[in-house]
């Protein structure tokens, strides 16, 4: 059974950093893309950052560049969003999602697995 499952979520203030892990069974992320969205109250469903499978390239929106890092971990079949100098606009339920295709997408109906998401607060 294919399952993504976000942790990490949680507090903070900001300026601060979270980590936000995506744990993925039933399938090998690897081979997968693997998005990062957020919904923040009252707003649509927005791409935040994606790694796409096999070669690893990445993508950033404009409003996270250089703050957000997505890595993967192919032995915890595992897909982190490290966030640093976190803001209060990025308060939001964030979701992980995977796509079996090899390049990132930024919408969607691109991803086929979703997981539950895991809600970030940042205070400021």
């Known amino acids: 059974q294919v399952q993504l499952v976000e942790s990490g979520g949680g507090l903070v203030q900001s300026g601060g950093s979270l980590r936000l892990s995506c744990a993925a069974s039933?399938?090998?992320?690897?081979?997968?893309?693997i998005g990062w969205f957020r919904q923040a109250p009252g707003k649509e469903r927005e791409a935040v950052s994606c790694?796409?499978?096999?070669?690893?390239?990445?993508y950033y929106a404009d409003s996270v560049k250089g703050r957000f890092t997505t890595s993967r971990d192919s032995a915890k079949n595992t897909v982190y969003l490290q966030m640093n100098s976190l803001k209060p606009e990025d308060t939001a339920v964030y979701y992980c999602?995977?796509?079996?295709?090899?390049?990132?997408?930024?919408?969607?109906?691109?991803?086929?697995?979703w997981g539950q998401g895991t809600q970030v607060t940042v205070s400021s």
């Open positions: 039933g399938f090998t992320s690897e081979y997968y893309t």
């Open positions: 999602a995977a796509d079996s295709l090899f390049v990132c997408g930024s919408f969607e109906h691109e991803y086929d697995y």
């Open positions: 790694i796409a499978g096999i070669d690893g390239t990445t």
